[in-house]
């Protein structure tokens, strides 16, 4: 019997290690072209719930040591970014762009089929330039419906770096959370701090 487990714990071990080390789809652009650092998305990243220069944006900015372009909207659907791609990230020689969008989709009801097939066009479009993204995903346990596996399943297919919970060590925490889904300035900080450890290797 102490013989089978082990026998099975190695299988379990090895078939992570293959799905973390070998399966991993390979990232687009990991040599990215363009200048620009750009944080485009929505309330999560326009900063709602910190004050002044206490936005994810503001605290990866201080991270890295390079200027980042905030191109947060607050209420933002992935529809509403793809409509101003061009404008706010396209046009701006975009580097390396970290996404937070899919939040209102989510709370507002629209399907994640549709959801994720206007984001992968944001995507697609901005690796087409050349640039290196970072999507940020949101795993809301029980409220999350296929949204989760959305995000795992876009970095799948296009090749971008995932953020898999920009959440993680802050929902649940009070002292982290302005409201229901806004971070405070502390919690934007571990927010930051997810989207930095992301893109380090190609910054």
């Known amino acids: 019997m102490k013989r089978a487990s082990l026998v099975v714990g190695a299988l379990v071990a090895l078939f992570v290690g293959y799905r973390v080390f070998v ?40 991270m890295i040591g390079r200027p980042v372009i905030h191109a947060g909207v607050p209420g ?24 937070t969008l899919g939040g209102n989709d989510l709370k507002n009801g ?17 690796q087409d330039r050349g640039a290196l993204v970072v999507v940020g995903g949101i795993d809301l346990p029980l409220f999350g419906r296929d949204f989760a596996d959305g995000y795992q399943e876009l970095c799948e297919e296009t090749g971008c770096v995932l953020v898999d919970n920009v959440f993680e060590d802050i929902m649940g925490r ?5 409201d229901r889904i806004h971070p405070t300035g502390q919690g934007y900080e571990i927010m930051a701090r997810h989207f930095e450890r992301a893109a380090r290797p190609y910054l």
């Open 110 to 126: 629209v399907p994640a089929a549709e959801a994720f097939a206007n984001l992968r066009q944001v995507v697609t479009r901005i």
């Open 174 to 178: 009070p002292q982290l959370m302005a």
């Open 76 to 99: 933002d659907t992935t529809a509403d970014a793809l409509a101003r791609l061009r404008r706010d990230v396209l046009d701006r020689s975009p580097r390396i762009v970290f996404i």
């Open 23 to 62: 399966s991993r789809p390979a990232v687009t652009n990991p040599e990215p072209a363009g200048e620009s650092l750009i944080c485009f998305g929505d309330s999560l990243t326009s900063g709602i719930g910190a004050g002044p220069g206490e936005s994810y944006p503001d605290h990866l900015e201080r």
